[in-house]
Nanobody, 127 residues
Framework: QVQLVESGGGLVQAGGSLRLSCAASGRTFSSYAMAWFRQAPGKDREFVARISRSGGSTYDADSVKGRFTISRDNAKNTVSLQMNSLKPDDTAVYYC????????????????????WGQGTQVTVSS
């Protein structure tokens, strides 16, 4: 079992930056591909970015490409999301999630593909 705890959310002005972190418990962190999702009020949870078990491959949603960067440190059991050039549309609760399956396909952008979830951290971008 994996427990995930996000941190780093907050209030930022449009154009600013934030770095989210997700700390994972357990000794099997490197056995999971990791991802970030977000959920804005009244909307479905949506895929943001994913990173493979080794960290060698990453995949980003079109809406964040060129602005957000996902990374991981398997020695520290952490996954991070660096968010630059933030927009008001980025306002949401951000969740990290763990998936036993490596690789990438459209299926891996779906909420149901992930076995473990954190509690979320709020990101608010003011205009």
């Amino acid at each position: 079992q994996v427990q995930l705890v996000e941190s780093g959310g907050g209030l930022v002005q449009a154009g600013g930056s934030l770095r989210l972190s997700c700390a994972a418990s357990g000794r099997t962190f490197s056995s999971y591909a990791m991802a970030w999702f977000r959920q804005a009020p009244g909307k479905d949870r949506e895929f943001v970015a994913r990173i493979s078990r080794s960290g060698g491959s990453t995949y980003d949603a079109d809406s964040v490409k060129g602005r957000f960067t996902i990374s991981r440190d398997n020695a520290k059991n952490t996954v991070s999301l660096q968010m630059n050039s933030l927009k008001p549309d980025d306002t949401a609760v951000y969740y990290c999630a763990a998936d036993r399956n490596d690789g990438f396909s459209a299926t891996r952008t779906r909420v149901a593909a992930y076995e473990y979830w954190g509690q979320g951290t709020q990101v608010t971008v003011s205009s």
